[in-house]
């Protein structure tokens, strides 16, 4: 995670126009090292994550050219009911769910942006989506990780075939327990 002195600076950064690099570059959305709003509110202060997510928010009403957009307070507590609820996300994870959202991914606004149809969006397809992108990438470690043990194995036998040793080694005889005299 790169380090920034102060909030601010953060926000300059992990601003809403960096939603799109995320989606593009979603494996590292989902592992890259940015911090969770969890984080946030422990290096800066308590409002740290609602200050970072409601100009992510004012962009998704901008965007979407609803009519009715959400007033200030439905933001501030959209952002409070996103970070209590799904906190362990990290803000490359929250803008790729808003690029998602704005993209028309989890359906449409009619009229007015509703903050029910984002948290539902975000609990039951984003999360399912996060889901599934970690299980893949930890079935793919596995196999990694197969696939280098049954290289080891085959190099270990033929470097035993080409030494003449034998490919596994002879059983040793079970030997018989020490005798406790209880017996």
Not at 42 to 52: I, P, Q
Not at 172 to 181: D, F, H, L, N, Y
Request: aromatic share 10%; with cysteine; glycine share 4%.
């Amino acid at each position: 995670m790169q380090c920034h002195s102060s909030l601010q600076s953060f926000m300059q950064v992990m601003n809403p126009e960096l939603q799109h690099v995320c989606a593009t570059n979603v494996e590292r959305a989902y592992f890259g090292t940015a911090p969770t709003l969890f984080t946030l509110r422990c290096a800066y202060h308590d409002e740290a994550a609602t200050e970072w997510m409601l100009p992510q928010l004012y962009d998704l009403g901008e965007y979407c050219g609803v009519k009715e957009k959400l007033d200030k307070n439905q933001m501030i507590q959209l952002a409070h009911i996103i970070i209590t609820e799904f906190g362990f996300l990290k803000v490359t994870e929250v803008m790729l769910f808003l690029h998602r959202l704005k993209s028309g991914h989890y359906g449409h606004f009619y009229g007015a942006i509703d903050p029910m149809v984002i948290v539902t969006a975000l609990r039951f397809n984003f999360m399912r989506e996060r889901a599934d992108a970690i299980d893949e990438r930890e079935h793919a470690e596995k196999w990694a990780e197969w696939e280098a043990h049954c290289r080891q194995v085959a190099q270990e036998r033929a470097e035993a075939i080409a030494a003449g040793r034998p490919i596994y080694p002879r059983p040793v005889a079970p030997q018989k327990a020490a005798s406790t005299g209880l017996e």
